[in-house]
């Protein structure tokens, strides 16, 4: 059996990118399953954030998914982590990938952060989970959930959080173009283009201009993209930071 074969018959994790996860056909939807089980999910995430953290980081982490980037994330020396995602399913599936790898410096929390007050949001939770979002349009959904959202910027002055980590179906745009992130020196992220298009590309990169936040092509692959607070120094052409 190779890493990335699952048998449900043996009760033994999968492994991805050297993470067990400990779950089933059952628990996501076929294409997903399909992309776990070929070693694609999040690969591009996986070898970006191996290297974005230091020893000693706080980081706020926006859409858990299974919990492989955070439990990567987990991995570097001294760091403390949280974890929210708006869909229930999805959030228990972490915890229990966290759990079996041992992770005991992350808290995983059912929820919403918006840069905005709390106010109510509708949910809509599709059959491929990464499409879920608090977007009707963007296609067909099973059910829908109520959540109230929390203020980003309190939370992170709360935490003292000095990275974000995200991958949240396109509320990216909004939620930059809004927050302040004060005392955050690294942002990774997911783009969305499909959902926002070009011109929401370039919404985002003049909202990190504004905040003081360069786009890092070191740490970025494709879509997934680091911004890092510009401090003015030339880099080393050798220096993989």
Aim: proline residues 4%; glycine residues 8%; negative net charge.
């Amino acid at each position: 059996m190779t890493s990335t074969q699952y048998d449900e018959t043996i009760f033994s994790p999968l492994m991805i990118h050297g993470i067990s996860v400990p779950i089933s056909k059952s628990d996501v939807s076929p294409i997903i399953w399909e992309s776990i089980v070929s070693g694609q999910y999040e690969a591009k995430e996986v070898r970006s954030v191996r290297t974005l953290l230091r020893p000693g980081d706080r980081v706020l982490e926006l859409g858990s998914g299974l919990g492989i980037i955070t439990t990567v994330m987990a991995q570097t020396p001294d760091v403390q982590i949280w974890s929210f995602d708006a869909n229930p399913h999805v959030i228990n599936l972490a915890r229990k990938t966290a759990e079996v790898n041992g992770v005991q410096n992350t808290k995983f929390e059912h929820g919403l952060l918006t840069a905005s007050e709390a106010t109510d949001h509708t949910f809509y939770i599709r059959q491929d989970f990464w499409m879920s979002s608090l977007l009707e349009s963007q296609g067909p959904y099973e059910t829908t959930i109520s959540i109230t959202s929390s203020n980003i910027d309190e939370f992170i002055s709360e935490k003292a959080v000095n990275v974000l980590v995200m991958d949240i179906e396109g509320a990216e745009r909004e939620l930059l173009s809004a927050a302040c992130l004060n005392g955050v020196d690294r942002v990774f992220l997911e783009l969305h283009d499909h959902l926002y298009g070009l011109s929401g590309v370039r919404n985002i990169f003049v909202a990190m201009d504004k905040l003081g936040f360069s786009y890092d092509p070191r740490g970025s692959v494709g879509p997934c993209v680091l911004f890092q607070r510009d401090d003015g120094q030339i880099r080393s052409y050798f220096s993989s930071e």
